[in-house]
Each structure stands twice: as C-alpha cells, then as structure tokens.
C-alpha cells in the first residue's frame, strides 16, 4: 500500500515561487514512476509533470515548461515540484500520483488514469 502527502502550498504574488514535496509511505513506491497534477475551480484535472522511477526522464505540460521542476530523492520517499515565475492562471489544488509499475524504469506517464495511487492534494493560490 502507498499513502501519498503532499505539502509546500500556500499563498503567493505572481511571479514567485514555491517548492511542493509530496511524501510516500510504504516499501513499494521506491522507484514508482510519479506524477504532478491540478484541478482548478470548474475545470477538470490537468497534468503539470512526470518523472520516471529512473529519474532520469521527465515530461512537462506545455504551460509550465521552463517554470516549473519536477525531481525525485529516492531515498527519502520524497518527489519535489518547483515552481517558479507563478502566476495567476496556475491557482489550483495540486497534487501527487504514484504508478507502481516499470519500478526504476525510464517510463513515465502524462495520463491520470495510469496512476492508482493519489495525495490528498495542496492548495496553491497566486495573486495577481
């Protein structure tokens, strides 16, 4: 079983920024491939980011490339979001995803229903 905690969110001016980390518990996501998303009032789920169990592919959504940066520190259990030059159109509650498959591979996956495992999300709000 993986239980996913996200934290880092909060209030910001636009062009901030902000770190998110999201914590797993449970052996088993060590080398899961993971995943960012957010959903912001009325609009559907959106991908941010992914990075293989590996660490060493990534994938970004096109709104957030060159701001934002996905990591992974395998050996605290832990998957990084930062984000830089904020802004108002990225308000939204975030949150992390964990695929248990393809461990330490160099898979990683844009859609959200590949991912069985989710935080509870981190509320992010920019001001403009």
């Known amino acids: 079983q993986v239980q996913l905690v996200e934290s880092g969110g909060g209030l910001v001016q636009a062009g901030g920024s902000l770190r998110l980390s999201c914590a797993a518990s449970?052996?088993?996501?060590?080398?899961?491939?993971m995943g960012w998303f957010r959903q912001a009032p009325g609009k559907e789920r959106e991908f941010v980011a992914a990075?293989?169990?590996?660490?060493?592919?990534?994938g970004y959504a096109d709104p957030v490339k060159g701001r934002f940066t996905i990591s992974r520190d395998n050996a605290k259990n832990t998957v990084y979001l930062q984000m830089n030059s904020l802004k108002p159109e990225d308000t939204a509650v975030y949150y992390c995803?964990?695929?248990?498959?393809?461990?330490?591979?160099?898979?990683?996956?844009?859609?959200?229903?590949?991912?069985?495992?989710w935080g509870q999300g981190t509320q992010v709000t920019v001001s403009s």
């Open positions: 449970g052996r088993t996501f060590s080398g899961s491939a």
């Open positions: 990075i293989s169990g590996s660490g060493d592919s990534i």
């Open positions: 995803a964990a695929n248990l498959n393809n461990r330490y591979g160099s898979v990683w996956y844009r859609q959200s229903t590949t991912y069985p495992y």
